[in-house]
Each structure stands twice: as structure tokens, then as C-alpha cells.
């Protein structure tokens, strides 16, 4: 079973996160594969807008930590700094709209997976929690996309605080741009899939172009200036209990 899967339909594709029994935790192949599938997607001609969500009816619970904590390392660990920046940076260059759908839950590294989203669907109930703050340990990739796209009161609360914000309070926030009943969430974001999809083709590229036009950083600087406060907190062996 792929890490990672890729489902295409007429015009749009979801890219689903696929470890189910471990709540779809992020571990190193996972973002290899991940990565891979961004890059693919973004030069499909065919494809104008993807869909990122997570299996089984969860987002994505952050690190897996029993990997993370594993004896010995995993192969991958030494690697992973590298693999995770490789993810953010094709999901900051990807031309085509990210659509997220948010269920049940997107904790820490899973909420910046969220948070990376142009459009994010999050379900009644459900919530994002960007929890670094409570271990002491910053969170740059969450600051990151936070900073790319929200006020700093908005960024101050979901970071500093450091709760579970239901999808509710992030409609309200601004942060999610629809919040259905938890069993409609999915079935929502397929249909806006179809509508985007039916728009002229490259008319979701050529405005995300523009938008993006506005920033005179490459995906690299920005994500840097993220994390050069956090270069010692942030090291795989930093998750460690």
C-alpha cells in the first residue's frame, strides 16, 4: 500500500495521505512520496486543481512519533530535514490550487500540511492544532504558511495558544473557507472540485501566478526565515520524549 495516493478525475485529482493505521503520521517515505506526487501533479496538463486529504476520514496527526523514536533510526532520519523542506517547497511552487479538506483532526506538522492549502474545508468538529508551543519547540512551517497568508492576530492565537481550534472558530477566523457537518466535509470539497474544474482551462494557475508574483522570496528564503530560530528545536531528535 502507497504512502501516499494519487486518484485522478476529470480535470482535478486527489492526493490522498495514506497511513491510516498510524492516523496518517508523517514519517520519511511518506514525504518522499508526497513530494514526488506534487511535482507530477503540477505538470499535468490535464490536471487544474488537486484536492489533498487524508484517509480513512482523518487529516493527519502530525510526526510519527514511534518512528521518530524508533531504535535504531530509520534509515531516513538523517535525510529528513531535507524531505520535509522538499514537501513544503512544492506545495509553496505548486501551480495549481491546493484544496484541503480537513477531517477530524491536522495537529503540528499535519496542521501545516493544512495550513499550506490555498482553500481549506474543515469539518464542524473537527480541528487544527498548531501545538509545538506546549513542548517548548517552535513551529516553522506552520509560521511559515500562517505568515504567508493571515494577520498576525490570527497567527498570534493559533500558535501561541496553542489549543484545538474547531473548524467552526477557524470559519469564523477566516482561516477555513467552509465548515460542513464532519460527514459532509468530503462530499463538499468534491463538488467545489467539479466546479473549479469546469473553469477555462489555466485560469486557477494564471491567478495563482499572480498571486504569488507579489513575493519577491524563493520558496527556500521563505521557508528560511522560518526557520533560522528554530534550527536547534526543530531537529528530528528534538521530538524525542
Same mark, same amino acid.
Given at each position: ?6 486518484? =485522478? ?8 495521505? /495514506? ?11 511518506? !514525504?518522499?512520496?508526497?513530494? *514526488? ?43 529528513? !530535514? ?11 511552487? +505548486? *501551480? ?34 498548531? !501545538? ?9 512551517? /506552520?509560521?511559515?504558511?500562517? =505568515? ?10 493559533? %500558535? ?26 468530503? $462530499? ?8 473549479? $474544474? $469546469? ?10 501566478? +499572480? ?6 522570496? %524563493? ?7 522560518? %526557520? =533560522? ?10 521530538? =524525542?520524549?
Amino acid at each position: 500500500m502507497a504512502e501516499v495516493e494519487v486518484k =485522478k478525475h476529470d480535470g482535478w485529482a486527489e492526493l490522498v495521505l /495514506n497511513r491510516p493505521n498510524r492516523r496518517n503520521a508523517i514519517n520519511g517515505p511518506f !514525504g518522499v512520496l508526497l513530494a *514526488e506526487h506534487l511535482h507530477e501533479l503540477n505538470s499535468d496538463g490535464d490536471i487544474e486543481a488537486i484536492l489533498l486529504r487524508g484517509a480513512d476520514g482523518c487529516f493527519c496527526s502530525g510526526l510519527d512519533l514511534k518512528e521518530f523514536n524508533a531504535d535504531p533510526e530509520p534509515d531516513w532520519m538523517s535525510d529528513f !530535514g531535507q524531505i520535509w523542506r522538499k514537501v513544503h517547497r512544492r506545495l509553496y511552487e +505548486t *501551480e495549481k490550487p491546493v484544496i484541503a479538506v480537513l477531517e477530524r483532526f491536522a495537529i503540528n506538522g499535519g496542521a501545516a500540511l493544512a495550513l499550506a492549502a490555498d482553500v481549506l474545508l474543515v469539518g464542524k468538529n473537527s480541528f487544527l492544532q498548531v !501545538g509545538e508551543v506546549q513542548q517548548g519547540m517552535a513551529a516553522p512551517y /506552520n509560521l511559515a504558511w500562517l =505568515k504567508l497568508r493571515y494577520s498576525e492576530a490570527i497567527i498570534s492565537q493559533l %500558535t501561541l495558544v496553542g489549543r484545538r481550534f474547531t473548524g467552526e472558530e477557524l470559519l469564523r477566523m477566516g482561516v477555513a473557507y467552509a465548515s460542513p457537518n464532519d460527514d459532509e466535509v468530503l $462530499s463538499c470539497a468534491r463538488t467545489l472540485m467539479k466546479d473549479l $474544474s $469546469s473553469y477555462p482551462p489555466g485560469a486557477l494557475s494564471r491567478i495563482k501566478r +499572480t498571486m504569488r508574483s507579489y513575493i519577491d522570496e %524563493t520558496a527556500d528564503e521563505w521557508f528560511d526565515r522560518a %526557520t =533560522k530560530y528554530a534550527e536547534n528545536m526543530n531537529k528530528p531528535s528534538a521530538v =524525542k520524549k
